[in-house]
């Protein structure tokens, strides 16, 4: 009896942006400090500011669908506080990068 090959499951690497910002109903001190800086520079135009996180990271995963689902954990379980926070997120597969 012949052994079967064993094969590495092959992975291709995402870069992927990360975008958390505060859910709507949360207030923003941060996000008013800046709008007031603003003004008082003389951008009387700027309204509505509010502060945010933005993550870069690299993920090895066997395909799309599969480092889509391992950021959503990653964004509910560390990166973003659910509670208070949105999250979205874009992955782009990076060219030529696969590995065994």
């Given at each position: 009896m012949a052994d079967s090959p064993v094969r590495p499951s092959m992975s291709h690497s995402y870069h992927c942006r990360i975008y958390v910002t505060l859910r709507p109903s949360v207030l923003d001190p941060a996000g008013t400090a800046v709008q007031s800086g603003l003004q008082q520079l003389g951008y009387d135009g700027v309204?509505?500011?509010?502060?945010?996180?933005?993550?870069?990271?690299?993920?090895?995963?066997?395909?799309?669908?599969?480092?889509?689902?391992?950021?959503?954990?990653?964004?509910?379980?560390?990166?973003?506080?659910?509670?208070?926070?949105?999250?979205?997120?874009e992955i782009t597969a990076l060219e030529g990068a696969v590995t065994p």
């Open positions: 309204s509505q500011v509010r502060i945010g996180k933005y993550i870069e990271l690299t993920l090895a995963a066997p395909d799309e669908a599969t480092a889509s689902q391992q950021l959503d954990t990653m964004c509910d379980q560390l990166l973003a506080n659910t509670v208070i926070e949105n999250y979205c997120f």
